[in-house]
């Protein structure tokens, strides 16, 4: 059974830094692309991150510049470094498979993100 622990959610001011971690259990995780999922009060979850089994990483445009997402195949993690954050980025934050390619696996419960002074 696929079990995705995501942590290093937390209150911080616009403008501060969080790195967020997602651990991969059940899976052959370096055989997937993987994605950092978000969703806000009201909204669709929504795809802000991929990287794919070599490395190579896609932003959505909201978060191009101050997210980077990173993997570690022999530890099974996805990490997702956030950078300058905005109110806006308030959400929270799951990873999964990358559904473009693939159906999501069971979502865990996330991790929450609030940016606020």
């Known amino acids: 059974q696929v079990q995705l622990e995501e942590s290093g959610g937390g209150l911080v001011q616009p403008g501060g830094s969080l790195r967020l971690s997602c651990a991969v259990t059940?899976?052959?995780?370096?055989?997937?692309?993987m994605s950092w999922y978000r969703q806000a009060p009201g909204k669709q979850r929504e795809s802000v991150a991929t990287?794919?089994?070599?490395?190579?990483?896609n932003y959505a445009d909201s978060v191009k510049g101050r997210f980077t997402i990173s993997r570690d195949n022999a530890k099974n993690t996805v990490d997702l470094q956030l950078n300058s954050l905005k109110p806006e980025d308030t959400a929270v934050y799951y990873c999964?498979?990358?559904?473009?390619?693939?159906?999501?696996?069971?979502w865990g419960q996330g991790t929450q993100v609030t940016v606020s002074s």
């Open positions: 999964n498979v990358d559904g473009g390619r693939y159906r999501p696996f069971n």
């Open positions: 059940g899976l052959s995780f370096r055989l997937y692309v």
């Open positions: 990287i794919t089994t070599g490395g190579l990483t």
